[in-house]
């Protein structure tokens, strides 16, 4: 379209100046399908033609008040008789259709057309859930006369009225139908929201309505640890009393004393409450001096209920502990080198305790290890097994590229779910499971 937009500018003066409505020889026509033109629907356009046209005729919706640029364009690509679709303007108001021969081109024919504006009474949500707690699921209902677009969506909004509709906090499409209802998740945190309706994507906003997520009625919780200052790779046991409004994600979750409060993320470990109402909870110690602590969510990306347990790891696993393990026992398990998810990304929470196993590889070449990656039995025994060997390859990458190992003191391998040490029914047997090892080669 470079062409047609120097065409313009060009020839706008002649273009304005006629004022019948067919401007060219041939015999062509406009017909708009589309009835009550609404503010950014698909606008059904039929194009008769006597004869045929250049391949890239076009037809274009142009804004009368902004210098006569079109707004949006379709090919009509030599098509006898055939029906194009153009997106509505989102702003309501007169706009002008125009038949183009080619590209660029003459104007064969020119058609005005009206677009509409939606009244906010003209549709109706209402929010069917009485309810609606922090992440939680909850319902709406929106009614209306009028077939919505395909790309109509509904979107949750902070309070405050965005000066851009990309700031919305999730949504969902209502596609071409007069009555619906939506499953919505609600924000993470308590407070006042915004259900705000638009006409496509993007879209002209029809109608918003203010919503509340509510506090968690969560009475009685709580959790405690068994004391306040571990050894590292201890084990720590979390007691816990929930309740049954608590969802199905509710979990505790292990966090550096510096975490952030307003954020779910970076956590170290963590565990869900299965059961919900009661239960007992294992993980282990970081492998690092520090402070650290414990925090329990609602629901998978929170909000975080009661405040933090904070406890404290009085040493480190250095790299004299690890060749010790090592010469002693032939390999060493740890559990201090962490992972995002389902992902072979290593945090950097990890970095002390693998800068730690650099130390012990680069004092004495003569060390050769093998980096072992293990997983739990949940999830598909293939994906398990290549996941544990990409984690062990991370590992090995990380000493090589990082910290300067040599490539011929290591080698890594993955061994999936096939070497458990742990009971993988019981959530703290799975964890045993996952783990990364070291083991003495000769």
């Not at 250049?54 to 009509?76: H, M, P, Q």
């Not at 800068?355 to 980096?371: F, P, R, T, W, Y």
Request: proline share 4%.
């Amino acid at each position: 379209m470079k062409l047609r937009l120097l065409h313009y500018f060009l020839c706008i003066g002649i273009s304005l100046s006629f004022s019948t409505t067919v401007l060219a020889q041939q015999n062509a026509s406009i017909e708009v399908l589309t009835k009550n033109i609404r503010q950014g629907v698909d606008i059904e356009i039929k194009v008769i033609v006597d004869g045929t046209l250049d391949s890239k005729a076009w037809v274009g919706i142009f804004d009368l008040n902004a210098g006569d640029r079109y707004k949006t364009y379709e090919y009509i690509e030599n098509n006898q008789n055939g029906i194009i679709k153009l997106k509505a303007p989102v702003v309501a108001g007169t706009y002008e259709l125009k038949l183009y021969d080619s590209d660029p081109g003459k104007v064969i024919q020119r058609k005005k057309i009206t677009v509409i504006a939606t009244q906010p009474h003209e549709y109706t949500i209402t929010v069917l859930t009485e309810k609606i707690n922090p992440s939680s699921p909850f319902q709406v209902q929106i009614d209306t006369d009028f077939e919505t677009d395909q790309n109509a969506w509904i979107g949750i909004f902070k309070k405050e009225i965005p000066k851009d509709i990309a700031t919305y906090m999730s949504y969902k499409y209502v596609s071409n139908t007069k009555k619906a209802t939506i499953e919505l998740t609600a924000p993470s945190n308590p407070g006042d929201y915004t259900l705000r309706f638009y006409s496509s994507d993007p879209g002209a906003l029809i109608h918003q309505i203010p919503f509340r997520v509510g506090s968690p009625d969560v009475p009685g919780i709580g959790f405690s640890i068994d004391k306040k200052v571990y050894k590292a790779t201890e084990e720590i046991t979390v007691q816990y009393t929930g309740h049954e409004n608590l969802t199905e994600t509710a979990w505790i979750g292990m966090y550096k004393a510096d975490a952030k409060e307003d954020s779910y993320d970076g956590y170290l470990s963590y565990f869900y409450l299965k059961p919900k109402l009661k239960g007992i909870l294992t993980f282990k110690a970081p492998t690092t001096k520090g402070n650290y602590k414990f925090r329990m969510f609602y629901a998978e990306t929170g909000p975080q209920l009661l405040d933090a347990v904070p406890f404290e790891v009085s040493n480190s696993l250095d790299d004299k502990s690890l060749r010790k393990t090592l010469d002693t026992k032939g390999k060493v398990t740890l559990y201090g080198i962490y992972f995002d998810t389902d992902k072979s990304v290593i945090k950097s929470e990890s970095y002390p305790l693998i800068e730690e196993i650099a130390k012990m590889l680069n004092a004495d070449a003569s060390v050769k290890i093998q980096i072992e990656g293990h997983t739990d039995t949940q999830g598909n025994d293939a994906y398990n097994q290549t996941l544990s060997e990409k984690r062990a390859a991370a590992v090995a990458t990380l000493l090589i590229e990082k910290y300067k190992v040599s490539a011929s003191q290591l080698q890594h391998k993955g061994f999936g779910e096939t070497k458990p040490i742990g009971d993988n029914k019981t959530a703290s047997g799975r964890d045993k499971n996952r783990r990364v090892e070291l083991k003495k080669l000769h």
